[in-house]
């Protein structure tokens, strides 16, 4: 049965019938209602059907559980995660370029500030030029690796300063197998953007050759957010003669290495800035994944040091912390 003829016949018949203004009223809002339906039944017919999918993630045999508002989608019997959760998942660098509309993922920054995951170094030549070494790379930050909080309030109080563009700075920790450092080769960038994720190239010299090191990391970034000093009495170890105290923050593998992160205290005159402080990593069932070595005297910083070690310390249990000399 053919709808709308049937309702413009009865519509003309009530016009025609003065008496029957309420039949008038009645028809014309069913025939709106029923094209608003027709309407609203193409319109769904067309529109994209997605419904949130909670799913958990294993990432390289890790378990990721998404932070804040990342939802996975599924449509059509696919997922969509955002890409930046996934690729950071993966530690890979991503940025978006909004003039070109271009999203850049890049697996090859994998040198990294234990300090701060928003910056990481990648594509290092390291060339040795007479007694020292002339070093080249790029360097990705992050939008983390900004304070956004303290830059937005320096705008504010110096509205006729441009802080559209500031400088960079940090240091290359080259280590030997042993995990002693080699050198901390400090670098500059200048007019980098503000408040913006971006890659640079940078390049500097060391002071002797450092071409037969083992592993690079970060240190002392700059920009960077402010750390994380949330010491936990369970991940907190002390040397059997009370010496030495080691609280471990972070710990991030980075190649064949680990690089730890941890608070490190003595109050103890035979500790010296010399004394060497070795830290060995067990799993749950006692056996060693290895150990790293430092000395008050490396400290990057009055609330932290920085330890390497060869082998995957990520998973460990407990730690035992040992002192000589």
């Not at 094209?35 to 193409?42: C, E, K, P, S």
């Not at 045999?61 to 997922?79: F, Q, R």
């Not at 563009?165 to 503000?194: C, H, M, R």
Request: a neutral charge; hydrophobic letters at 35%; glycine letters at 8%.
């Amino acid at each position: 049965m053919q709808l709308f003829p049937v309702l413009y016949s009865l519509i003309m018949y009530a016009h025609t019938n003065k008496g029957c203004l309420a039949l008038k009223k009645f028809l014309l809002g069913l025939a709106c209602g029923a094209a608003l339906t027709a309407t609203t039944a193409v319109y769904a017919s067309e529109s994209i059907q997605a419904y949130l999918f909670p799913v958990k993630f294993v990432i390289n045999g890790e378990n990721k559980t998404p932070n804040g508002p990342v939802e996975t989608l599924n449509y059509n019997g696919s997922a969509y995660v955002p890409i930046r959760y996934l690729a950071e998942s993966m530690d890979s660098a991503v940025i978006y370029d909004h003039p070109s509309k271009t999203i850049t993922i890049d697996s090859r920054f994998t040198i990294v500030d234990v300090n701060n995951p928003y910056s990481k170094a990648g594509f290092l030549s390291v060339s040795k030029e007479g007694d020292h070494a002339k070093i080249k790379g790029k360097l990705y930050i992050g939008h983390g690796s900004w304070n956004h909080k303290f830059i937005d309030a320096m705008k504010s109080m110096n509205p006729t300063v441009d802080y559209s563009k500031t400088q960079g700075s940090g240091n290359l920790v080259f280590w030997n197998a042993k995990g002693e450092v080699l050198e901390k080769v400090p670098y500059q960038i200048s007019d980098i953007l503000n408040q913006s994720e971006q890659i640079v190239n940078f390049e500097t010299t060391s002071q002797k050759d450092i071409t037969g090191y083992a592993a690079v990391t970060l240190e002392q970034t700059n920009p960077s957010p402010r750390p994380n000093f949330n010491y936990k009495e369970e991940t907190t170890f002390r040397d059997h003669e009370g010496k030495v105290t080691l609280g471990i923050l972070n710990m991030v593998k980075s190649g064949e290495y680990t690089v730890v992160r941890a608070g490190l205290q003595s109050k103890n005159a035979d500790v010296t800035p010399q004394s060497v402080i070795t830290v060995t990593f067990f799993d749950e069932n006692g056996s060693s994944l290895g150990s790293a070595k430092t000395t008050l005297g490396e400290k990057p910083d009055v609330m932290y040091a920085i330890l390497l070690g060869k082998g995957d310390f990520t998973a460990y249990k407990t730690a035992k912390v040992e002192v000589s000399g």
